[in-house]
């Protein structure tokens, strides 16, 4: 082979190599935007897969309380902001809360979905978090509950723990998705 060729060959070589690593990069990129699980599990499923995993890798312990039927299934978009506003809100609790335990709580009313993320741990000072830019998880969390037309309820102070409650409200079609389901 002449050096011309070597040099091809190897440039196609590293092109492959790269083309296959922006593929796995871009199939993890996917997964993160909306887990398979919630297609597969639904929300309830998905949150006890992740509730399961979470508790093994931080040995904090999640005392999860769920009034929803587990095979109903919520618009999309409900689901998936639901899902990652109690992974974000877990992921803040195993970061800085300092507890031992934690209570999820999802119930759905006739209107809305409540989600209540609670812990008794070092708690902090929202207001100041705000405004020093130090809370662009929950800065991120509030955005996405607040474009569904939800909202987000902070509640801590430093030294009494923090309660999160996400009130995500379901659009006109939903009541025929959740009739359907709830009919079978």
């Known amino acids: 082979m002449s050096e011309a060729q070597q040099t091809l060959a190897q440039n196609l070589q590293e092109a492959r190599a790269l083309i296959d690593r922006l593929s796995q990069e871009i199939r993890q990129l996917t997964l993160q935007l909306r887990p398979p699980l919630l297609d597969e599990l ?12 979470y508790q093994k890798q931080t040995g904090i312990r999640v005392h999860l309380h769920i009034e929803l039927e587990p095979e109903l299934r919520l618009p999309e978009l409900v689901e ?6 109690v992974q974000e809100a877990l992921t803040n609790v195993a970061r800085h809360a300092q507890t031992e335990e934690v209570a999820v709580q999802l119930r759905l009313t006739d209107r809305e979905l409540l989600l ?44 009494q723990g923090t309660r999160l409650k996400a009130l995500l409200p379901l659009p006109e079609e939903a009541d025929r998705l959740i009739s359907t389901e709830a009919s079978l």
């Not at 309830?44 to 995993?53: K, P, S, T």
């Not at 609670?118 to 607040?146: C, H, K, N, W, Y």
């Not at 909202?151 to 030294?159: A, K, Y």
């Open 116 to 159: 209540i993320v609670e812990d008794q741990g070092v708690g902090f000072d929202p207001e100041q978090a705000f405004a020093t830019g130090r809370s662009m998880g929950l800065a991120a969390m509030r955005e996405r509950i607040e474009l569904l037309g939800g909202r987000l309820e902070i509640t801590s102070q430093p030294g």
């Open 80 to 85: 998936l902001t639901a899902y990652r506003f």
């Open 42 to 53: 639904g929300l309830v499923g998905a949150l006890q897969a992740y509730i399961e995993r």
